[in-house]
């Protein structure tokens, strides 16, 4: 707290607007008005609006959020709508106090299990600040002229992450042109194996003896989820031995490819061998190739641009995208002798590594500037930037 300023009760300040009864489901993608939900990042659309006026959004279920806004809005009845009561107050001023510390305030409001949910009565009783509105102004004015040159300088990042992307797009492009003196023909031609977490029975029959884990146990159950730039990520699942036993048509042991087959239709991913037994999920089909076909060399094949739009010709659906074994077989492949695949792999990954670094520093650099967000915030309200 800043000794200098007042303290209140937010609803000594605010006014609560009418509750909501618009579904989180009634959201559209495109609209008259802004839709607010109860999410940080995410907005909706709807055709009617419920209040015109300058306004602050909570988001009331599953994570803290708050939104600014000043004229004709609807919010769902996750989120509740306030006002100020007087006009010695500058919205803005609490619309960026509630961000500080990661919404640490909101957060506190927020009980229960599972889902966690929050409520006006409960965000009425934080104590806010009161500074005289002059201050309040002149604080807003820097937080705004600040972030506005942070916002640039991350918008240039993003940028030159969307330039990588065409970059490892053209570098597959270069090394899986066409040539004249390659072996042409279909992917099902090179496949030794094809299965799927499905081959072991039926859905009754999975459901009865797999178990997953979320504690560490005798096998690793690879879902599409745990891939992050074809490295495993830390939210892995596990299956006992029972499990990994009665699953033994789709065990796994390193150097597979997957692709998805059921809403990450068309997906391709690489296992790595992680030092202990693993299965396969629902959702993936894995593949295992004949011995003159070099893993790595299928897999940067499969996600060059030729393949990709291959593949997306034997996607079908909208909503729920799949994909099956007979057309994955029928994808086009094109290759060259083992020891060119191998040398083809090395180029390729000597340069997507380059990416990599860039990328990691971007990310970093990112990262940077939210803790530099948070950190003009700290300052601002504890009135370190008037």
């Known amino acids: ?41 995410e907005i909706k659309y709807y055709d009617e609006y419920l209040e015109d006026t300058e306004a602050l959004i909570f988001g009331t279920g599953g994570n803290p959020c708050v939104h600014y806004e000043n004229g004709k809005f609807a919010y769902t009845n996750h989120c509740e709508a306030a006002t100020k009561k007087n006009e ?38 934080l104590l806010v600040p009161v500074p005289p509105i002059e201050v309040q102004q002149e604080i807003v004015t820097k937080i705004e002229n600040l972030f506005s040159k942070l916002d640039k300088g991350i918008e240039e990042l993003r940028k030159i992450k969307e330039q990588l992307k065409l970059y490892r797009q053209a570098i597959l492009k270069e090394y899986f042109t066409p040539n004249k003196n390659w072996y ?35 096998a ?8 992050e730039k074809n490295d495993f990520k830390n939210d892995l699942k596990y299956i006992d031995k029972n499990s990994y036993e009665f ?3 789709s065990q796994l042991f390193g ?39 070099y893993n790595k060399y299928a897999y940067y094949y499969l996600l060059s641009p030729m393949s990709v739009a291959d593949m997306r010709t034997y996607i079908k659906g909208v ?17 060259p002798e083992y020891e060119k695949q191998i040398k083809i792999v090395s180029h390729i990954e000597q340069k997507l590594s380059v990416c990599d670094k860039i990328e990691q520093t971007i990310d970093e650099a990112l990262q940077k500037s939210e803790n530099l967000r948070q950190s003009i915030l700290k300052q601002a309200f504890e009135g370190k930037l008037v």
């Open 184 to 218: 042409y023909g279909t992917f099902g031609e090179v496949i030794d194996v094809l299965t799927d977490y499905h081959a072991n029975g039926s859905y009754k029959k999975l459901k009865e003896n797999v178990k997953l884990l979320d504690t560490p146990n005798y």
């Open 255 to 293: 150097g597979e490819i997957l692709i998805g087959k059921i809403g990450n239709a068309g997906k391709v991913y690489f296992t790595k061998d992680l030092g202990c037994p693993m299965s396969l999920a629902m959702n993936m089909f894995a593949i295992r190739l004949i011995s003159k076909i």
């Open 247 to 249: 699953l033994k048509k």
């Open 88 to 125: 010695y107050m500058c919205i803005k001023f609490y619309y960026y106090y509630f961000q500080k510390d990661r919404y640490f305030d909101l957060q506190s409001t927020f009980v229960g299990g599972g889902i966690k949910n929050s409520s006006k009565k409960r965000i009425g009783k």
């Open 220 to 227: 690793v159950m690879v879902r599409s989820t745990n891939f």
């Open 319 to 335: 909503g729920t995208p799949t994909i099956d074994k007979k057309s994955i077989r029928s994808l086009r492949f094109n290759y």
């Open 1 to 41: 707290m800043n000794k200098e300023w007042n303290y209140k009760e937010f609803n000594d300040i605010f006014n609560w607007c009418s509750k909501s009864n618009i579904g989180s489901r009634s959201g559209k993608n495109i609209g008259t008005y802004k839709l607010y939900i109860a999410s940080a990042s």
